[in-house]
Nanobody, 113 residues
Framework: VQLVESGGDLVQPGGSLKLSCAASGFSASNYIMSWYRQAPGMERELVADLHPSTVPIKYAGSVKGRFTISRDIAKNTVYLQMNDLQAEDTAVYYC???????WGQGTLVTVSP
């Protein structure tokens, strides 16, 4: 089982990015899938959960209304659409499956003028 993130980049404040998490070895749609992030010098924090029923369980308060978690069952991929990005969103973003206890390698998002 494996998770591979992609889509991180340097973006200006107010910009948008869409991160992808490609799952292999299992069907991501059958499990709770999560996005976490870790900023420099900070603890890793939960950004969003996506329940198997596709109803999101939770968004961190700091991203609610700006970020959207979703999935493409056919591609076995989970996405994180991030809008109105701010400097405080700068972090390495990780995909996580708690049932298997596996993390992706992370993808770096840098928000800077």
């Amino acid at each position: 089982v494996q998770l591979v993130e992609s889509g991180g980049d340097l973006v200006q404040p107010g910009g948008s990015l869409k991160l992808s998490c490609a799952a292999s070895g299992f069907s991501a749609s059958n499990y709770i899938m999560s996005w976490y992030r870790q900023a420099p010098g900070m603890e890793r924090e939960l950004v969003a959960d996506l329940h198997p029923s596709t109803v999101p369980i939770k968004y961190a308060g700091s991203v609610k209304g700006r970020f959207t978690i979703s999935r493409d069952i056919a591609k076995n991929t989970v996405y994180l659409q991030m809008n109105d990005l701010q400097a405080e969103d700068t972090a390495v973003y990780y995909c996580y499956n708690r049932a298997f206890g596996i993390w992706g390698q992370g993808t770096l998002v840098t928000v800077s003028p």
